[in-house]
């Protein structure tokens, strides 16, 4: 059994029958009543947000989770297909599990979270940065480097992502997959 000291960023949680990932939490002490341990929680099997509030050591109920490696491998009308790399076996995953689907592509690896009850995928994550090919942007000028106005340009998932000036169609960026954002250019 754990209690509310226990919890940490990514921990997930079975409140009510569903599971959440603890997203932040903290503490919020008093000088005359006990102290209290808040958290905001982001549901796994669905998009809700909550926040629930704790006794300093209450019991919680954390799920034990596994993360295993796995490729991407092509999209149907069954979800995502994903194969484990050591057991070759192959797992279709909601699009609602992944938390940028847009940046998929195949032969990609992901770490898939797996409840280790009931064996079944709990969140499916990319790197947190991966490289892209930019497939369409407008041409950029000579010397458009010194200041930070962004373009939007395609990437060869279909992803729209704002890039510098000076990036052009056929060029390697770095893209940050949690926040969807140019990172750098990539060189050859």
Not at 79 to 98: C, H, P, R
């Amino acid at each position: 059994m754990a209690n509310t000291a226990d919890i940490s960023r990514g921990m997930i949680l079975k409140l009510d029958g569903n599971l959440y990932s603890v997203v932040e939490f903290g503490e919020n002490k008093t000088a005359r009543a006990a102290a209290k341990v808040w958290a905001k929680l982001k549901g796994v099997d669905n998009s809700r947000t909550i926040e629930k509030t704790w006794n300093s050591g209450d019991t919680i109920y954390p799920v034990r989770v596994e993360k295993r490696a796995y490729q991407y491998l092509y999209q149907d009308e069954t979800g995502y297909n994903f194969m484990d790399n050591t057991t070759f076996e192959q797992m279709s995953v909601a699009e609602s599990l992944i938390d940028a689907p847009q940046f998929l592509k195949e032969g990609q690896e992901v770490a898939i979270a797996i409840n280790t009850e009931t064996e079944l995928p709990v969140s499916v994550e990319l790197p947190d940065k991966i490289v892209m090919l930019v497939t369409y942007t407008e041409p950029g000028l000579k010397g458009d480097t010194a200041t930070r106005t962004l373009k939007p340009a395609t990437v060869e998932t279909g992803a729209t992502v704002s890039v510098p000036l000076f990036v052009n169609e056929g060029e390697l960026i770095r893209v940050n997959t949690k926040t969807g954002e140019y990172v750098e250019r990539v060189k050859d």
